[in-house]
């Protein structure tokens, strides 16, 4: 048995204190499942077999399971389950992965699929101590972003800062300041030019926003004016002779994506036909300080799990997490550039961590149909050494 892409929704990503920093996570994530639900009218929300989301938090608002949480919120059928997994940056795509493989083994015919992220709200959190009422001070430790409460067990060279891993992975494969900041400047020209001929107008829903403030109707950290000379002008952040700036890393966000899945006999209970099959999926690991280059092999395996080869590949998207990891991936697949992340990406775009997989299949569908191309390949890097890789087939080409 085959499972399929139907439809897609997410919300506009905003900046980290920007127009979504009212917004509860929850709410977010609801919104996106309500967004994608009125792109299916015809499908009684009953019908649904499981919500599978993503969140690489859960420490605050989330409420440890945002899933159950935002369904309940967007008004489905208590009897409808909801479960949420952790995969850092990639649990999105795992929530694909993992309703794709529920639909083929027999288990569920539909299932709602997403991610959320609140990095602006993610929480400080207090160590529990050994002993009660401690003499000293205790800190609290911001979630938004990377390692905390460490073990110390833990090998230091696994627990380097994302910044310094990548730094290191520039060093390894020589990719100059230059090729990284206009890597970076053709994400910002992409996504504002999708933007203004309309390419998000359906895949977008607009958050509105709390307080009377006018809703967010597009992506926030798009630089409609990002030039290589600009960005030559940013000091690098983690290294003082480093190359990664604040303008070539994908920035800290708020958002939520969504995608609707079936197997081919849902599509009289969904009420439209199948957009794109899952042909192929894939897990990779490596060493957590290598993180940025496992879609590599996430995405080889996915496509000979798919049967096809990077040749028959007509688009890419690729999670931009850094230019560095970014053209580090795009070299070793010697794949051309001109098909990757054709409607920008998350440098521009942004990049909340639970709901980027979410965000590049629902684009990638729309993209291969756009296109006419068969076979792309959506792939991800995720903190502490993983990377996740699906292939899609659009359905209409031949």
């Not at 799990?305 to 697949?333: K, P, Y």
Request: a negative charge; one cysteine or more; aromatic letters at 6%.
């Amino acid at each position: 048995m085959s499972s399929f892409v139907y439809a897609s929704a997410r919300t506009p990503f905003g900046k980290f204190n920007g127009s979504l920093s009212g917004v509860r996570p929850d709410d977010l994530a609801a919104h996106a499942i309500s967004s994608l639900l009125s792109r299916v009218p015809g499908l009684d929300p009953a019908q649904i077999d499981d919500v599978v989301w993503g969140n690489a938090n859960g420490a605050g608002e989330e409420n440890r399971n945002v899933g159950r949480m935002a369904a309940l919120l967007a008004g489905l059928p208590v009897s409808v389950p909801g479960t949420t997994v952790n995969r850092l940056c990639g649990s999105s795509l795992d929530a694909v992965h993992s309703g794709s493989r529920a639909i083929e083994t027999g288990d569920a015919d539909i299932v709602l699929t997403g991610g959320v992220e609140s990095m602006t709200r993610a929480p400080w959190v207090l160590p529990k101590q050994s002993r009660p009422f401690p003499a000293g001070d205790v800190t609290a430790v911001s979630t938004t972003l990377g390692w905390r409460l460490v073990n110390p067990r833990m090998n230091p060279e696994w627990t380097v800062s994302l910044g310094e891993a990548n730094e290191q992975l520039q060093q390894r494969f020589g990719i100059s300041r230059e090729r990284q900041d206009e890597f970076a400047v053709r994400s910002h020209r992409l996504a504002h030019e999708a933007w203004e001929e309309g390419f998000y107008d359906d895949l977008v829903a607009p958050v509105p926003a709390p307080r009377g403030a006018e809703p967010l109707a597009r992506d926030e950290g798009i630089r409609e004016g990002s030039s290589t000379e600009k960005l030559a002008g940013l000091q690098p952040v983690f290294r003082s002779d480093g190359t990664i700036t604040a303008g070539n890393a994908s920035p800290l966000s708020d958002g939520a994506s969504a995608v609707l899945l079936g197997s081919e006999a849902a599509a009289d209970t969904i009420g439209v036909a199948p957009l794109a099959r899952i042909a192929g999926r894939a897990a990779y690991a490596l060493s957590p300080q290598d993180f940025g280059y496992s879609p590599v092999e996430a995405a080889n395996l996915a496509l000979r799990r798919a049967g096809i080869g990077w040749e028959q590949v007509g688009a890419v998207e690729l999670n931009e997490a850094f230019a560095v990891q970014s053209l580090a991936c795009l070299d070793a697949w010697r794949v051309d550039p001109d098909i990757v992340n054709t409607r920008g990406g998350a440098i521009a775009i942004g990049h909340p961590l639970g709901a980027s997989g979410g965000r590049i299949v629902g684009t990638l569908t729309k993209v291969l149909r756009e296109r006419g191309e068969r076979w792309g390949v959506a792939a991800i890097c995720i903190g502490v050494g993983q990377g996740l890789a699906v292939v899609l087939e659009n359905v209409d080409a031949g």
